[in-house]
């Protein structure tokens, strides 16, 4: 995966290189069945989210505790970001790297939790959520 910067150089050779990798990155599927960019709107209590794509959490009426299961392939990336945070909101993720059933707490406008699932649990590659 070239997710690394472009190097600081003129070498022309270096550059291609580097190009090409990126070139090999964007070729690989991202989403199960072509759907990318998927978006959801999670707005009731005890929801499954996707297990690819985005899920938006909205809790304006009510919290929004939901679950987040195994993924289906190796590289299924799942995002979850927070949008309305009236009430505080959990993710329940069956497997996580540091815990099977391993809680994420949303509390604020704009908490993110990105995860890419290895074929076994999933692994967090960035969050601002909390784990509780």
């Not at 190009?19 to 999670?42: A, N, S």
């Not at 299961?69 to 190796?74: L, N, P, T």
């Amino acid at each position: 995966m070239n997710l690394k910067p472009p190097p600081n150089t003129d070498d022309i050779k270096v550059l291609r290189g580097w190009c090409d990798e990126l070139y090999e990155f964007l070729k690989f599927p991202m989403f199960p069945g072509g759907i990318v960019g998927f978006e959801e709107t999670i707005t009731a209590d005890a929801s499954v989210l996707r297990i690819y794509g985005a899920s938006k959490l909205d809790s304006t009426d009510n919290k929004v505790d939901s679950t987040l299961a195994d993924g289906s392939r190796v590289s299924d990336i799942k995002v979850i970001v927070m949008t309305e945070a009236s009430n505080s909101s959990t993710v329940t993720i069956a497997h996580h790297q540091t815990e099977d059933d391993e809680v994420a707490t949303f509390d604020a406008v704009d908490e993110v939790g990105v995860f890419l699932w290895s074929g076994t649990e999933w692994i967090t590659i960035f969050a601002t959520c909390t784990f509780v």
